[in-house]
């Protein structure tokens, strides 16, 4: 492939001062007031600022600053103090320029959302904590300061992603992961739901091409057919539109990339058979906002004349909005060629609203209405997990998902004051909503009038009384049936209060008993007495010695001075390892042991078998086999182990220790892993027979579990067999599903 020629510095110049000039046009296009003046000073500030830097890809860096803030602006809707901090989002991290620089040349506004700007990018944790995390802390901690802060990051993330091709692999799969982790669901709680699917789309594409660049081929050949159904399912309901005289857009919204994969994966369906593969979406106009509701349910009217509604899956997200800002009507119908088809109704505003967030709320002059309000009360909440004293890199993402991930349910306290929580949340969850001392106290709860444990999970439209008593004390078995972030925050926070007492006695205990036997209490002697005793942490030993549980006995001195006098790095090494898995509170980022050859993360590693073995490890949790897309990461005794790029721990690495994650490739790979395919049907004299001689004979593969069971007419099979790598699975899999009676064979990662 022959290189583009280089450009010269009038075409550079010329090519930046277009790509200004349509950040300005598509301004001066919006509502916001024209302050063109400032922007360009900003723009001008910025350019000499960065003047002779170049991004990885080669063009010069002002382009990246401008690319923001035309997202910024266009794309996400903000105006003109967000596109100037936009411009100058990098001025301060990557040159002389300080904050007070800014402010003194564009005042206090931009010099402060630069400088949260700043503060997201910025900082040195060293190997004390995980570098991602931090970073998101910071970012949500600013969310609480300036929303627009959280907004232009997010026009910042997705410029990245539309750039990450001239990334090294390794950098690729890190900012991929921690895309898909953090902020995508984050956009999609702020409502952008388009910069949402587009952040998905791309991670995705870097993290599976093949799969992604198939989905996009299977997408483009069923073009035609899906356009043909959607011109029958649409066209009588265009005819009722238009005899009610309304002014509209009707449109097929197309599934993700992401999103087809995803459902592909959950339930283990080959693309044809994924059916919901569009929705339609109406949009209609309407000056008065107070008659929107009306015509939304009128729409809803005319399209059930039409078409059969299925009885559970509409949607009012009109009279009680979703915790972004989201509102619609949501309705499946049966169309004519027998599938369910989701029709959303809308109004433009509605519409700008869904895909812009709250920036679209500006538009509208919306001042602190309910949306915004719920709104602060989400920043609220991530500010209560902020506040969480010291929690590890890995718990606090995780803790975090649960905010970010959810859907919701709406709820309401006997005084009839309304709840928003995410989808799986209990009567406990409820009371620590209202207040830490009604949770911590929860012995069960009312619901529509019922006695209830407080582990039941709620529904949307429950009425919620919780009942409390004096004598209750929390216990940490609560955090399995909580759902929210800030009830599990609580929840640790007071355990940690009545552990303390006893953890204090339990640690005088340990240092006199290491004391009266002449034992140092270095980190050997105390990853011995982990080991001993199975306990992820020092605090952990300490609790239990303090509750007696366990008992420090003779029989430990031997072997413990032992260890004191060898100082075995190897058994910190696996402490350490041990941590990280079970996410414990003192969990940090040790450096790979200093024996094993430096592993370079900038380049692909290569997997493979020799006579001393592999290079490798398979991770227990997912169990990957050659020819599935992997990842590496480094563990602390410098091991490579090999995760599925599916596999959801895989996730947390990469958004949490982007630093130790290296693209892999399987090279020939010897010996056998282990795979396990599911495989169902119709039930019927001799199938099982069939079954085995099949994949034993024909096949040869060798088979090494077997579980069967028939339900009336139907039957589930699991099945563990050896194989040389992925594709031979794959022609199990086909090969079985030929099978008379065989309704599905896939594999179960």
Request: net charge negative; glycine share 6%; aromatic share 8%.
């Amino acid at each position: 492939m022959e290189s583009k020629p280089a450009m010269t510095s009038q075409e550079e110049e010329r090519m930046i001062e277009d790509a200004f000039r349509e950040v300005l046009d598509g301004y001066l296009k919006s509502n916001h007031r024209k302050k063109v003046e400032i922007i360009e000073r900003a723009y001008h500030f910025a350019k000499e600022a960065h003047k002779g830097i170049r991004r990885r890809s080669g063009e010069p860096y002002i382009l990246h600053p401008i690319a923001v803030a035309k997202i910024a602006s266009q794309e996400i809707g903000l105006g003109s103090t967000s596109i100037c901090a936009a411009l100058l989002h990098d001025v301060v991290e990557d040159t002389e320029y300080t904050v007070e620089d800014i402010e003194q040349h564009f005042g206090k506004k931009i010099a402060q959302l630069v400088e949260g700007l700043t503060k997201i990018s910025g900082g040195i944790f060293g190997d004390k904590a995980s570098l991602q995390a931090e970073n998101f802390r910071k970012l949500l901690l600013t969310m609480s300061e300036d929303i627009r802060v959280v907004l232009i990051k997010m026009a910042d993330r997705l410029h990245n992603m539309r750039t990450l091709g001239s990334m090294a692999p390794n950098k690729q799969y890190k900012i991929a992961g921690e895309t898909l982790y953090i902020y995508a669901p984050l956009a999609h709680r702020l409502g952008l739901f388009e910069i949402k699917t587009e952040l998905e789309d791309l991670s995705f594409k870097y993290e599976h091409p093949a799969a992604y660049a198939r989905i996009s081929e299977q997408i483009r050949e069923s073009e035609a057919r899906r356009a043909a159904v959607y011109s029958d399912f649409s066209a009588p309901i265009k005819e009722k539109l238009d005899e009610m005289g309304l002014v509209y857009d009707a449109k097929a919204r197309l599934k993700s990339v992401y999103s087809i994969w995803n459902k592909m994966e959950t339930k283990h369906v080959p693309f044809k058979e994924v059916y919901d593969l569009y929705a339609m979406r109406i949009v209609f106009d309407c000056d008065d906002q107070s008659k929107e509701k009306s015509i939304c349910w009128a729409i809803y009217s005319a399209i059930t004349d039409i078409y059969k509604l299925h009885p559970d899956r509409t949607r009012d997200w009109i009279a009680v909005p979703k915790a972004n800002g989201y509102q619609a009507l949501h309705l499946t119908v049966m169309g004519p060629d027998g599938n369910w088809v989701e029709v959303q109704i809308r109004s433009r505003r509605m519409d700008e609203i869904a895909e812009k967030g709250f920036a679209a709320h500006w538009k509208y002059k919306i001042g602190e209405g309910d949306e915004e309000s719920e709104l602060n009360v989400w920043l609220k909440t991530i500010k209560d997990i902020l506040d969480n004293p010291e929690p590890s890199a890995i718990d606090f993402l995780d803790t975090l998902k649960l905010n970010l991930f959810a859907s919701e349910i709406v709820v309401f306290t006997p005084k009839g004051e309304l709840l928003t929580l995410p989808a799986g949340a209990t009567v406990l969850d409820v009371a620590f909503a209202l207040h830490s001392q009604l949770g911590i106290h929860c012995i069960a709860g009312k619901v529509n009038h019922k006695l209830v444990p407080l582990s039941h999970k709620l529904s949307s439209g429950d009425q919620v009384e919780v009942l409390t008593s004096k004598s209750q004390n929390p216990l940490p078995e609560w955090e399995a049936f909580l759902a929210t972030a800030k009830a599990k925050t609580r929840l640790r926070q007071a355990l940690r209060k009545n552990r303390q007492p006893v953890v204090a006695e339990g640690k005088k205990m340990l240092e006199q008993w290491l004391e009266s036997h002449s034992i140092p209490d270095n980190n050997a002697v105390i990853s011995k007495l982990l080991g001993t005793f199975h306990v992820p942490n020092r605090e952990e030993l300490c609790y239990q010695l303090g509750a007696e549980e366990i008992v420090l006995g003779d029989f430990l001195v031997k072997s413990l001075k032992k260890q004191a006098e060898t100082q075995s790095s190897g058994l910190l090494s696996k402490l350490l390892k041990f941590n990280l898995k079970s996410s414990s509170k003192n969990a940090q980022t040790p450096k790979p042991a200093a024996d094993k050859p430096q592993i370079n993360t900038k380049e692909t590693y290569e997997l493979h078998y020799d006579e001393n073995g592999s290079n490798f490890k398979i991770a227990e949790c997912c169990c990957p086999i050659p020819g599935d897309e992997v990842m590496g990461f480094i563990d602390d005794n410098g091991d490579v182990v090999v995760h599925a790029l599916t596999c959801p721990r895989a996730q947390v690495l990469k958004a949490g220790f982007g630093s130790r994650i290296v693209a892999t490739s399987w090279q020939k790979v010897a010996g056998k892993s282990l795979a396990h395919v599911h495989i169902d049907g119709i039930d019927r004299l001799g199938i099982l027979q069939e079954l085995i001689q099949m994949i034993s004979t024909h096949l040869a593969i060798d088979i090494r579990k077997l579980d069967i069971e028939a339900h009336d007419e139907v039957f589930d099979c699991d099945l563990w067999v050896r194989v040389g790598d992925v594709s031979v699975v794959n022609a199990l899999c086909e090969k079985v599903r030929s099978i008379n009676g065989v309704q599905s064979a896939a594999r179960i990662h």
